[in-house]
């Protein structure tokens, strides 16, 4: 009789246990399914797997990226693809970036709240959601008029600290200058000279680069007026979705 009651109370020891399992089990699923679209699961997924299974650990970052629901930023016949490991297009021949080309390019300017940043190359407005998250405020420049007006009008429903215009971002933003950072999300063949001259002294540039058919990220600091080079990141290739082989 003695030994039943112990297993009556193991068993009804584990029957609350499972009852409290499950009850926090549905509660997280809610939380994470709280998300417009249900895309809560997929997002964190996406940001275990492809942003701290990599080796990115800084908890701001991290925020951000578990913050910002990527796919607000897709095309919608593409929004189920949105928290793959990938870039997609968005339309004009662009792409919106590999979430874990975002966030490393956000880690390596060491964003901060009381920083003011500028973006080259808006395509869908998703890193300068990142960066609004965690800097006092974002000015990017999108050469291509529909996706710069796009990507302004999802950001201004948002946040209060983006600003986007329409323009050639290889001369800056001179009005807002100078800035803390610069990230350019485009490739150019050389760093544009306004950049360098729209940006403080210490400040970073973090601009992605073809060496020897590598993408590269190269962060590059201002030291007495000029960019020093000061590590290069390796970018791992991930193809597109669509097969047309972009990296970006
Ligand atoms: N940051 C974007 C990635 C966009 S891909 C995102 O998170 O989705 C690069 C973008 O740079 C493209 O939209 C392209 O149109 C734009 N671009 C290319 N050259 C540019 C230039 N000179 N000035 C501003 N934008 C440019």
């Known amino acids: 009789l003695k030994n ?12 609350a246990i499972l009852a409290l399992f499950f009850i926090a089990g549905c509660s997280a ?10 895309y809560g699961m997929m997002h964190e997924m996406m940001v275990a797997q492809q942003i701290e299974a990599r080796g990115i650990t800084n908890s701001n970052v991290l925020a951000a990226m578990r913050k910002v629901e990527r796919h607000l930023f897709v095309p919608e016949h593409l ?4 928290y793959g490991d990938h870039p997609l297009p968005i339309g004009e021949g662009q792409t919106i970036s590999q979430p ?7 880690l390596v300017i060491e964003p901060d709240e009381n920083m003011k940043v500028l973006e080259i190359g808006t395509g869908s407005g998703y890193q300068a959601a990142i960066l609004a998250e965690l800097c006092k405020s974002v000015y990017s ?12 009008s ?6 209060d600290n983006v ?5 050639d971002g290889y001369q800056g933003w001179s009005e807002h200058a100078p800035f803390d950072a610069v990230i350019v999300t485009c490739s150019p ?6 950049l360098v001259e729209q940006l403080v002294e210490g400040g970073k540039i973090v601009i992605p680069v073809d060496e020897n058919g590598a993408q590269e990220l190269v962060l590059l600091v201002k030291k007495d007026g000029e960019m020093v080079r000061k590590n290069i990141i390796p970018v791992r290739f991930v193809p597109m979705v669509d097969g047309s082989g972009d990296t970006y």
């Open 163 to 167: 600003f986007v215009k329409t323009g």
């Open 100 to 106: 874990y080309i975002v966030a490393l390019m956000t």
């Open 189 to 194: 063949t050389h760093v544009p000279k306004p």
């Open 29 to 38: 699923g809610d939380n994470l399914d709280n998300e417009s679209e249900g």
């Open 154 to 159: 999802i950001l201004a429903d948002l946040y």
């Open 4 to 15: 039943c009651r112990g297993i009556s109370n193991v068993f009804v020891l584990s029957a």
């Open 79 to 82: 929004q189920h693809l949105a």
């Open 141 to 152: 420049v999108e050469i291509v008029e529909v996706l710069g007006k796009r990507a302004k």
